[in-house]
Each structure stands twice: as structure tokens, then as C-alpha cells.
């Protein structure tokens, strides 16, 4: 089933997202979800805050973004993430958000990170990315922690994009998705 993103402004998006256990209700059926979800956007990740969920759990699939790069795609679920490690010079790339459509922003981070987590099966992982995984799994880390791309860039930016997020929060966009915005 395809779920509504939830559009900047909305509360879950600013919410540091509580850790879920073994016993988590329904779990194969929300990650379904969520991957149709973020298939159905055209997405490479998705966090369960933009689906109006405060857990820890997002999912990427970088398929999309590895076809002309060189880097090996992944497809994986993170559960109960924590970053370890970010080191490396921070390189830009610009950057785009389901919750924020239509909104793409040069942001720096460190191109390896080493991240402790959970899969589908609440089996414990600690693997280190680089490059364009790297900074999928940063973007949607970011989001557990409800902490928004927005919030890199400088404050001139943010009050340069200021009428188009107040656009997007009161859905005043077309998005080729489903959506609930902020009441």
C-alpha cells in the first residue's frame, strides 16, 4: 500500500524517533509499504518519520543513483541506527527530499561513515559506507534523529527558500505523489 509523505512543517519531522523492538507490530508489512512507498516517489531512501511513523527504521535503495556511478547499488533496512563514525573532507552534492518536493540544496558531509544497526530480522550490523551510500544513509539517519537537510545550508539560503517550504507546508505544490501536510 502506497503511504501519504508527510510535507515539511509537520511535527513527526522534527521528532527525535524512539527505538523499536523484536516484538514491533506488523513490521514486514510497514517495510512493504515503505518500499512501495518510496519506489511509487521515485526515492533512494525513506525514513519512517516522512511516513508520519517516530521510529527508528529507514530504508535506501541506491539503485537509481549507482546506474552511472561506479559504486555497487545496495538495497537494505536500518533499524535502531546509530552513527559511529563520519570522517573524511566533507564534500557538496546537492540534495532533494520526499518531504520537500521540488527542493534540492547543495549540503556538505563526510564521505565515510561507519553505522551500527539492525536488518529486518533485528540481526546487529556495523559496516562502513562511502560516497553516494554514504550520504543516502547520512540524509536518511538525519531524519531519525529529526534533524532536516534544510538545516546545513546557511542562513541566507534558508530565508532564500523560505516562501517555498511555507508553500510546500501548506500544500501549495504539485507533487506526483501522495501526500498530508501540516494541518
Known sequence: MILPIVAFGSPVLRKKCNKISQDFQELDDLLENMWETMYEASGVGLAAPQINKSIRLFIIDTTLFMEEEEEK??????????????????????EGCLSMPDLREDIKRKPIITIKYQDENFDCHTDTFDGLTARIIQHEYDHIEGILFTDKISPLRKRMIKRKLENISKGNIDVGYRMKFPK
Do not use: H, Q, R, Y
Not at 547499488?73 to 546537492?94: H, M, P
Open 73 to 94: 547499488a545496495i538495497k537494505k533496512v536500518f533499524i535502531n541506527a546509530t552513527i559511529l563514525e563520519e570522517e573524511g573532507d566533507e564534500w557538496i552534492f546537492n
